[in-house]
């Protein structure tokens, strides 16, 4: 079983940074694709961003040029810097790892956005 655990959340005022962090219990590069989800109260889970293992990336319309993944393999540790923080990126953020075979989730980490 793979455990990810989130980390970095946190409080910050709008146009602030927070660097989110999720720590792998298996090398990374296992694993097909590596992403950020979020989900803000009385919403559904949406993909933010994500990183293929070739190190390709794509984002959410709403997060590009703010939002930033990457890796290093070396800690089994993907990242998520987040600039130019806007109240609506308040939502709890959940690492993903994704096979062909096995889809894995962490605990989530919150990240709240004020005015």
Excluded at 91 to 109: H, K, L, M, P, S
Aim: proline share 2%; charged share 15%; aromatic share 12%.
């Amino acid at each position: 079983q793979v455990k990810l655990v989130e980390s970095g959340g946190g409080l910050v005022q709008a146009g602030g940074s927070l660097r989110l962090s999720c720590a792998a219990s298996r090398a990374i590069f296992s694993f097909n694709f590596m992403a950020w989800y979020r989900q803000a109260p009385g919403k559904q889970r949406e993909m933010v961003a994500i990183m293929a293992r070739g190190g390709s990336t794509n984002y959410d319309d709403s997060v590009k040029g703010r939002f930033t993944i990457s890796r290093d393999n070396a800690k089994n540790t993907v990242y998520l810097q987040m600039n130019s923080l806007k109240p609506e990126d308040t939502a709890v953020y959940y690492c993903n790892a994704y096979t062909a075979i096995d889809n894995y989730w962490g605990q989530g980490t919150q990240v709240t956005v004020s005015l």
